[in-house]
């Protein structure tokens, strides 16, 4: 089977691509014309897309051309966003340089205003530079004018120095006239006093002849009356001084009762201490008299030569009040720091210090034997001092400051106390009560209470310039003493009685004295040597001492003893 | 012959290699009312050497590209695309050189020219009006390849009694028919092909035949083996014999031009070859023999 169908299949093979071969000629033919066909056709396409592409190119080119184009004209009109921003910017800049021009100018307009003023100012200036000169020259013509005149008045004043020499040498001569003049005048006076001593002496020897005669009829008397029936004498003829005073109660001041003579011739002038002096105080004997200043002394001195005697220190304050006791060995000084100080004279040193006060003490006073001290202060009481005991028995009240206290009786058992309410207060001082108040005596401050030598009365000097003598008994005023010129100088000046109460004596704001006599009332004398305020007088037989604020004392006196001597 | 040839390599095999390299020139052009539709200005959408193995569709693609390139607006798809000759839609599933055969050469008989019809073959490609009557519509891409392997099923069917051998094969194999088919490659189509169409050695039952007769009438498709009960081996005059016993006489009558021939690739082969020896060499791709029926008047 194989080899024959192998031969035919081979036989089939070959027909059949005979066939095929035949075949393919025919419909093979065109292979190629497809293939360029397809060739072309890819081709086409191709040329088609790059076609396209192209005109796609040339479209975009066109637009950018036209867009170009477009900016080119916008460029034109207004230039490239460049060129716009530069214009802007220098528009920009042209409006800022507008303004700073606009801000110069503004500048400049001030400064021209400014420049206006300060010429107006440099032309004040310089007429004030004119002014100011035109002065100077009218000063200094003036200065020369001065000067002249000072020369002048040099050559016056040599002139005058000339004068003055002359009359200095004048005045020598007549200094030494003068002192001839005085000594005949003190040889007067002493022979005047010496004439008035023996007279006095020959009336005293007649007193003492008298008294003797009539010890000796009342001794004769009396032993008669012993003998026989006391016989009623007609009445004790007392042979009387020729003081009009009772003598009967020998005057518990202890002063003999002569007749007072107004001293009237200042013996002595003193300045006492280096500050103003407050008050003096004579000794009941009359020879010392001690001064108390605000200088915290107090100064003892001699009446008769005026010499200081001994200085008390101790007081821490100023010595507003000196009193002397009876015996004259104490001396009590009241003072501003409110305490009395005692002072024994004899040795000068201090015995008792009396504090207590609680105000400053104005006024202390012994009783009349020492063996008491009353004290008034401004502390609106007055206390009762034991001095053995050493300490204060009795505080009184008074309602008021008290300026002066006084003891009364000889036995010290009553008080009067002047008050700065212009009321006098009377004091028991056993019992410490206040006896009698008498109110409207005075419109002022009571400044000073004396009593008289009798104890009868009583002398209140007052702030309003009068001085009252009051009757201790009755209470009743029985004179009020003023003057004319006489103003009380001090809150405490001191006026005080004549020894025989005759006469009254205080001192006045201008240094004057007054004196006034107490029957009628009337000023007898004034005395003036001092020109300040007098703050105290005391008056013991017949010489007055007056001290006032300006540190000066005067004691005056009825003989010149010596003439006017012009003492430290 | 290479019968005893089992490996996957392509025989020689002349014919084989002859019937593969077929090829007709057909120019296809637009439906002249259509073209002017859609504003083409011409005609002409492809010219194109076509395989005779290969099918319609897959040359639509190339048309459909032209066409979209012509056409101004073009709102229909690809699917709409089908191929008519002279007013007559083509069948797409055939191969190519079956249709030509069919309508070229068989109309040119029937009308008593012997000469060659023009080439190339001119077909209109239409757009629009698929002609659903007369053509199945392309659903998917994927339809003449579905077709072509249901046609070779169809042939191992015939050949064995069963689809097994086809089904058997592994998908890549199946895949490699087609894509060696579409993509002309002789060796990776005949290195499939040969297992099926060799059969391995054994003998077919029946051989895959399929005759076309001229002015449409049905396709013949009549069982026929290729031994007769004797064993011996028809030949092709037998087995047309069998299908259309009036057109083919057993035996010629002498002074008289046969009655029909048959045509198939574009020749006329003798009928007296092997029948099966024909069905293993000069099938289409596709495992079967079409033959062409020509009537001599």
Redesign the interface.
Known sequence: MTTA??Q??QQ??A???G??A???K??????N???S??EL?QKL?YYVEQNKHLESTTQNAKDQHEKMARQVTVLREQGSPMNQKRSAELEAQVASLKDERAELYKTQGTNAQRLLDLNDILRNKDATLAQNKEEIRRLTEANTIFAHKNQDMQERLNEKNVTIQVIQDELQTLQLEMGKLDERQRELERENAQLLQRWLKMKNEEADRMNAANVFLENEQQETASLSQPVQSPGTRSLRSVGPDSPTQSNWRGQSTIFSIIPQISSRKITTHDSEVNTVAMSNGGTVFATGSNDKKIKIWDVKTGALKSTLTGCLQAVMCVSFNATDELLLGASNDNAARLWHLGTGRPRHTLTGHIGKVFSARFNPDSSKVVSGSHDRTIKVWDLQKGYCIRTMFTFASVNDVCLLDFDGSTIASGHLDNNLRFWDARSGNCVKEVTGIHVGQITSVCPSSDGTQILTNSRDNTVRILDVRTYETLSVLHADGYKTGTNWSKACFSPDGQYVVSGSADGTLYYWSTRDGTVEKTTKEQSGPIVGVSWSNSTVVSAEKDKTVVIWGTTARRPTVYEK | ?TQTQQSSEAPFN??AR??WE????IEISWDSAEANKYGAKERCLL???ASRCSYLPLLTNEVWRHIR?KSVHMSLDQSNVWYEYEGVPLKWHYPIGLLYDIHELQAAACRGMMD?PP??WKIVAHVEDFPVEKLIKITSENSCQDYFMSMIKEADYLRNGSTKKVMNMSKSDQTQLWDGMWTKSYELFWGMNQKLVLNDGTMARYLPVRIYLPENCPVVQEPVSPMDDEGN?RTLRQILNIALPDLFPLKDTPGQPARASVLI??????LD??AL??AQ??AYPDNFLHLVVIINI
């Open positions: 169908y192998h035919s299949t089939w093979e027909d059949i691509l066939l095929f035949n075949r393919d025919h419909e093979k033919a065109f292979t014309m497809v293939d066909y397809n056709v396409s | 012959m002349p014919v002859a019937i077929g090829s007709i020139p010219m194109t050497q390139n060659s080439l190339p081996p690739h574009g020749i006329v082969p003798s070859s092997s020896w024909f060499t000069m």
